[in-house]
């Protein structure tokens, strides 16, 4: 009676093991109640240890289900956070790009307000030529680069004549000290802030002028300038107004006026 009754409980544990393991498992696990089941039986089991064994396993199978929606819920929560970490990332991709834009806009209306500050500002350069340049010269007067042409023309190359023609002003007169009775002529590049290519190109600009024949001297005009700006105006001997204060007039003079 009591084989029987232990050949049905097993086929029953089997069938309920199955249903929440796999079969590999479910067997496994039968082998384990087999050989509790023989050491049960040894001792001299009753119906009742087998009904508290089947408890035990089917705490366990519970246990076991309980696992896996914790899992499979932990899966979805990984998942959404994969989710959301791609949309985050792709909204800051975007907001990137829309920075860039605005970046470049910014730029661009930096640029156009220091074009037309510059405009403006050699444009009050010529306007108020005796102002800013009547403390070095006597009547200065401000030269149209087109009144130079013929002469410019006839002792430059092509090349030469584009890029002395690209002088922001030129400005005639002579110099208010020392015994200089000829006039000179200022070649004048014209920036809000002057900087180191500034003195290059009116330095290079004004031996253009020497080259055609006129006594030149190379000025940078502005609001404020480089230390580098300075440092090479100082070693190229380049006359520089800042704000109507003019420095490096008698360096220009005795370099560039013999």
């Known amino acids: ?34 050989k509790v089941a023989a050491q049960v039986r ?5 119906r009742e240890d087998f009904s508290e064994l089947r408890q035990i396993v089917a705490e366990l199978a519970e246990s076991h289900q309980r696992a ?32 860039a834009g605005l970046a470049a806009s910014h730029q661009r209306l930096v640029d156009k307000f220091a074009g037309v500050e510059g405009h403006t500002l050699e444009q009050a350069y010529r ?8 403390r070095l010269l006597r009547r200065p007067q ?24 690209l002088l922001d002003l030129v400005v005639r007169g002579r110099p208010r000290l020392g015994e200089d009775r000829e006039d000179v002529w200022l070649a004048v590049e014209v920036s809000v802030v002057v900087d180191m290519g500034d003195v290059t190109r009116a330095r290079r600009r004004a031996e253009l002028l020497r080259r055609a ?14 230390l580098e700006a300075e440092a090479e105006a100082r070693d190229q001997s380049v006359v520089m107004l800042q704000d109507g204060q003019s420095s490096l007039w008698d360096e220009a003079l005795a370099k560039w006026i013999v």
């Open 142 to 165: 401000v030269v149209s680069l087109n009144s130079l042409w013929d002469v410019l023309e006839a002792q430059l190359t092509s090349d030469q004549l584009d890029e002395a023609l």
């Open 42 to 46: 040894a001792a001299g089991p009753t």
């Open 213 to 226: 024949g006129y006594r030149a001297i190379p000025v940078v005009a502005g609001k404020s300038a480089t």
């Open 68 to 99: 896996e929606v914790r899992l499979t819920r932990l899966e979805e929560a990984v998942a959404a956070l994969k989710e959301a970490v791609a949309a985050l990332v792709e909204a800051q991709q975007r907001t990137e790009i829309q920075l």
């Open 127 to 134: 306007d108020k030529a005796v102002a800013y340049f009547g």
């Open 1 to 34: 009676m009591r084989n029987d009754l232990v050949l049905i409980d097993r086929e029953i544990l089997l069938t309920e093991l199955r249903q929440v393991f796999d079969t590999q498992t479910a067997n496994t696990l039968l082998g384990v109640l087999d």
